[in-house]
């Protein structure tokens, strides 16, 4: 069983379209994020959420929302999508002050 | 707001040729200091939390230690399946996790 997993894996869409990322974790861990990686390959952290608080990243654009169904859950909406959103985007999931697990990625490549 | 550097960007050695990578840090509350291996088209893989100064982990040919201002991953006698970015992260108060731009490490048979 993969302890956090990522669809799709691969997604190229064009510019202006609304997009989603779906990530699942079946560690029980309370908290999960949602990083960015860039061509320089610099992970850049856009959301941390547990069931009880939402921390965003202020630099990241409001065309992006992290939405959780439930714990198990975090998902990531991209709206108006354009050529600078592409990179790859990783899900990851903790619970106290332990280490983080992540996905294995999902590389977005917007034309 | 926190902030990880990590040296040198790129380190190329020779098989056997032991060395270490520095993660220098800036954190409000530190709760955990991480290291992760990252292969292409991977996600991170774990490999230690350091929690206080002093503290000190081992794990075949890596060692990683912790200060109030830096950590450093030592490497010794490497081997060419050691090739990989190396990252490291902090944990702050408020459970957000910060991670440095990386050492590509390429080992040399």
Not at chain 1, 28 to 51: A, E, P, R, V
């Amino acid at each position: 069983d993969t302890a956090v997993s990522q669809t799709p894996k691969y997604l190229v869409t064009q510019m202006g379209n609304d997009k989603s990322i779906k990530c699942e974790q079946n560690l029980g861990h309370d908290t999960m994020y949602w990083y960015k990686q860039d061509s320089k390959k610099f992970l850049k952290i856009m959301f941390s959420y547990n069931n009880k608080e939402l921390i965003i990243n202020e630099t990241v654009p409001n065309r992006f929302s992290p939405k959780s169904p439930d714990k198990a859950h975090l998902n990531l909406h991209i709206n108006s999508l354009e050529l600078g959103d592409s990179a790859v985007y990783f899900c990851a999931t903790g619970r106290g002050n332990t280490e983080a697990f992540f996905g294995q990625g999902t590389r977005l490549t917007v034309v | 707001e926190d902030q990880v550097t990590q040296s040198p960007e790129a380190l190329r050695l020779q098989e056997g040729e032991s060395s270490s990578l520095n993660c220098s840090y800036t954190v409000s509350g530190l709760r955990g200091l991480f290291w992760y291996r990252q292969d292409p088209g991977k996600g991170p893989e774990f490999l230690f939390t350091l929690y206080s100064a002093g503290e000190e982990k081992e794990k075949e040919r890596l060692k990683a230690t912790l200060t109030k201002k830096e950590s450093f991953l030592h490497i010794t006698a490497p081997k060419p399946e050691d090739s990989a970015t190396y990252l490291c992260a902090v944990l702050n108060a408020g459970n957000m996790l910060t991670f440095g731009g990386g050492t590509r490490l390429m080992v040399k048979p």
